[in-house]
């Protein structure tokens, strides 16, 4: 008998990821039994709290709309379709094997959880290979456009250096037509009345009665008017943190404050300092930048990447012979090459900019050439292949890559740390559901390309639904209104919040912090790390914490759309979330999937897991010290996919 | 490069609204639109004066979020181009630029640049949709699209829902939006049995949301930032005229029997 959903997770300070019982394969389909219902006539008596409308939050909510229950969606932008989610351009993995290449559920985990370099739960992993299969066939059923072959059957691509061709595509944007298919599924749910979306709100506190997540506290952005929302259970798809590096491939509002509030009222913070650095983005051309574009990593497939040989050779890269060139990739990854992984991809254009080999402005960059393509298969077929990119690239950097070698540097892209869940998605808050990016996942310490959609949709359409049915049917619907007295106070924390952010009325402005810790992160906490720099970091971050709460200046009032008071919150808790980050780092003594520990390297400079010590997830509790978080462990155990050292070469 | 920018500023859906003049100094030519429009707002802060707001997240042109005209053009003088994605190096050191927020019945001025777009999602939810319960899917590849279909489907599918479409309109009309949604969901064999229902019922709700109505003047075309196609209004109006004879599909609607088919290019 599987353990109910609603007995707490953590039991004599132990952290119980409540998996089920029994053969790995089976896990699921015997959970989905083992697990209670809530009768459709029932259902309609439970509220659920969908914070978040990308595709694990869309998904969830338009689901659990059809299923019955009373559904409040919640969303900062002025529609659910702005989403970050839109923006995945690759794909989206099923073990589908369509091209009968030997792809099978249990190739897709074991690939997912090699990928993650063993720091993920391998229940989980297999639990989203199985769910693989559905996704793709009910985002079909919702008229998503696939690529398709001529024969009308669906087209699929090897992605991310995959030996088997599992990934189904949208030309270049994937996840937007992923995500229009979960807004209109949504948004037919709104038309039906089982879903009310409120959108330009944003939730700024998370309530917690009796030990249960029960609701949320809002602000309209519009209005400035601080809402209260009582629900049976919340789920929060809010995205992940990667703008806590000020630069990243996120989008301008991607925030980490709903998930940070909720760890703030007692949910644990799994893995905070595993972060996804992309290896193919487009380099940073001045201190104005804003955002970083990625460009896919398709590239790599017919791009050749090297820097000078020489230190500080400045001349046009077309005047460098060959001779002088640092094919570096192919040099140190023979086997592999310019289709090295995404982390060795990224850490080895550091170094080599390190060494002050790097191109362009401020020589934070490395050429992908494709010249070599070009020369032999033509223009033609190149522009074919990646016209769109070479466009986008062209739009961006002024520059045409089919005569100069486009410049790419790494950026963080996504971020394996989120929420501590169990099994079932949930948090060490009974009732609190974290799904999509804002969980701590299903990707370890590193994801594998065309991944992520995946795992949100899995979330969303597949797995709440069950899970939640399961944690609603064990309560009884009650009376709880916003009036009761911990809403009350939350409301006022968060109006008290507002109105001190807008008294300070210093001298800087909210980007300028928020770049000044950008910078920290980056240089300290980001590709690689090691223990001098974090402690640098962990001085530096509440210093510059203090300076905010002191001189930070936001104009206008509360009462109106006042933007810069939106970045101010957010940038307030990734001052916060930032320390932790680096606290979780420096305990990880290990280099493991997409992030390198100094200290830990083999002789030839590759990165060193260890296992004894660190197969386990790190799940911070917050304690009213930032300084001082307690670490509980969830120790991993590898049945299924045995432990081994990567090599790339 | 320096600048002088003309921006609209309105501090609320009520309060009156007023063109400012601003100076943008010191733009390098590899900054994005909004980059450049972010460097203005810091030097206003420092002033202590308010931001201008604008709408924006990718900066990618793929969200849809941000978008404005800028000497009366939506989203610029770059074709196929989001103002995100627009740079600097599209403009010369002195030149006056104006930009004001999307002008609509529809789309009421939010505050400055920003407007309320929401109509969009209503439209949405009168029909923009195939009716696929989660879990009901049959396998993905029993269902056969040919590929030109399919190819057809996504071009119309890639609107990124931004508005620059009515912004353009001299009637301020949503068909190029609505027509790209029916025309993405009725070119694909899981989009048929609510094809009717779904060109009649949009249309209803386009109307409800007081949007123009289509004269062909075509100017939504030339401004999509996705280059949507106004064939794809031709083949709303089809579904339109095709629903007119067949009945039915009324569900959601207020009163769709009294619309006539609108022009088509």
């Known amino acids: 008998m599987t353990v109910g959903a609603t007995s707490a997770s953590l039991v004599d300070g132990r952290l119980d990821a409540k998996l089920p019982p029994g053969p790995i394969e089976q896990k699921w389909e015997r959970h989905c039994f083992d697990m209670k219902l809530v009768s459709p006539a029932n259902r309609r008596r439970y509220t659920v709290l969908v914070v978040g409308s990308g595709l694990a939050g869309a998904a969830a909510a338009a689901s659990l709309g059809e299923l019955g229950y009373k559904v409040e969606c919640f969303s900062y932008h002025d529609s659910p379709r702005r989403a970050h989610s839109i923006a995945a351009q690759g794909g989206i993995n099923a073990a589908k094997n369509y091209r009968n290449d030997g792809d099978s559920v249990f190739r897709l985990f074991y690939d997912t959880v090699k990928g993650g370099d063993f720091r993920a739960r391998e229940a989980n992993v297999y639990r989203l290979a199985e769910l693989s299969l559905n996704i793709i066939d009910q985002c079909v059923a919702q008229g998503v456009p696939f690529a398709r072959e001529y024969g009308g059957l669906l087209d699929t691509r090897s992605f991310g250096g995959a030996q088997v061709s599992r990934t189904f595509y949208a030309r270049g944007q994937t996840g937007q037509q992923l995500l229009l298919g979960a807004y209109q599924a949504l948004e037919r749910q709104v038309g039906l009345g089982t879903v009310t979306m409120h959108t330009r709100a944003e939730m700024l506190d998370l309530v917690v009665v009796d030990g249960r997540a029960r609701g949320i506290v809002t602000r309209n952005l519009v209005t400035g008017a601080v809402e209260s929302h009582v629900g049976d259970a919340v789920v929060l798809a809010t995205g992940g943190y990667g703008n806590v590096f000020y630069l990243s491939t996120n989008a301008k509002a991607s925030n980490a404050t709903a998930i940070w509030r909720a760890h703030k009222r007692g949910a644990f913070f799994g893995n905070p300092c595993f972060t996804q650095i992309h290896p193919t983005c487009i380099p940073v051309s001045g201190e104005h930048q804003s955002k970083l574009t990625l460009m896919s990593e398709s590239l790599r497939n017919d791009g050749r990447v090297w820097v000078p040989t020489k230190v500080g050779d400045t001349r046009p890269p077309d005047r460098i012979p060959i001779g002088e060139r640092d094919y570096y990739l192919e040099r140190k990854y023979p086997s592999f090459g310019n289709l090295s992984p995404r982390d060795i991809a990224s850490r080895a254009a550091k170094e080599v900019c390190d060494e002050k080999r790097g191109v362009g402005p401020g020589g934070r960059g490395v050429y992908l050439d494709f010249a070599d393509a070009i020369a032999r298969l033509g223009e033609p077929a190149i522009r074919e292949k990646y016209g769109n990119l070479f466009d986008m690239y062209e739009r961006i950097t002024g520059e045409n890559a089919y005569r100069v070698p486009m410049r790419i540097y790494p950026a963080v892209h996504y971020t394996m740390g989120g929420l501590w869940v169990d099994y079932n998605l949930m948090s060490t808050i009974a009732g609190l559901f974290v799904a999509g990016e804002a969980n701590f996942s299903d990707h370890g310490a590193n994801r594998l390309g065309a991944s992520a959609l995946m795992q949100g949709l899995a979330d969303g359409y597949f797995i709440l639904p069950c899970t939640l049915a399961d944690y609603l049917a064990r309560m009884r619907p009650d009376t709880l209104d916003a009036g009761h007295p911990a809403f009350r106070a939350a409301e006022v924390e968060v109006a008290e919040r507002v109105r001190r952010l807008l008294a300070i009325n210093g001298t800087r402005t909210v980007d300028s912090f928020h770049r000044e810790l950008g910078h920290l992160m980056w240089d300290y906490c980001g590709m690689a790390r090691n223990e001098a720099g974090l402690r640098h970091a962990l001085r530096k971050i509440p210093e510059l914490r203090a300076e905010f709460w002191a001189n930070v200046r936001v104009l206008e009032r509360n009462e109106e759309l006042n933007q810069s008071l939106e970045k101010a919150g957010r940038v307030a808790d990734f001052l916060e979330l930032g320390e932790l980050m680096c606290i979780d780092a420096l305990h990880r003594t290990e280099s493991c999937g997409s992030h390198f520990r100094e200290e830990r390297q083999t002789p030839d400079g590759e990165a060193l897991r260890d296992d004894e010590h660190f197969a386990h997830v790190a799940a911070w509790e917050y304690t009213d010290r930032l300084a001082e978080p307690n670490l509980h462990r969830e120790p991993l155990h590898f049945e299924y996919v045995h432990l081994s050292q990567r090599s790339y070469r | ?265």
């Open chain 2, 1 to 265: 490069m320096n600048l002088t920018l003309r921006v609209w500023r309105q501090k609320s859906a009520s309060a009156r609204g007023r063109l400012v003049t601003y100076e943008a100094k010191n733009i390098s030519p590899d900054m994005s639109f909004l980059e450049m429009l972010d460097v203005v707002n810091e030097e206003l802060i420092d002033r202590g004066e308010p931001p201008i707001a604008f709408e924006h997240d990718c900066r990618e042109g793929i969200c849809g979020a941000c978008g404005f005209m800028i000497n009366g053009v939506a989203h610029g003088p770059k074709r196929a181009t989001t103002v995100c994605q627009l740079h600097m190096r599209s403009f010369r050191d002195g030149d006056r630029l104006t930009l004001e927020p999307w002008r609509a019945r529809a789309f009421p001025v939010i505050k400055d640049l920003i407007v309320d777009r929401s109509a969009f999602d209503r439209i949405v939810q009168a029909g923009g949709f195939i009716s696929a319960l989660t879990g009901s899917a049959p396998d993905a590849n029993a269902i056969l699209v040919r590929k030109e279909d399919a190819d057809l489907a996504f071009d119309a599918a890639a609107c990124i829902g931004c508005g620059a479409c009515v912004a353009a309109c001299p009637n301020a009309a949503a068909m190029l939006f609505t027509a790209a949604k029916v025309s993405h969901l009725g070119l694909l064999p899981q989009g048929q049995p609510e094809r009717s229902a779904r060109a009649r019922n949009m249309v209803a709700a386009m109307d409800r949301e007081m949007f123009g109505s289509c004269t062909n003047a075509g100017e939504c075309e030339a401004v999509c930032p996705k280059e949507i196609r106004l064939a794809f209004i031709a083949r709303l109006n089809r579904d339109l005229l095709g629903a007119s004879f067949r009945g039915g599909g009324a569900r959601n609607a207020a009163s769709p029997s009294d619309r006539t088919p609108r022009a088509a290019p």
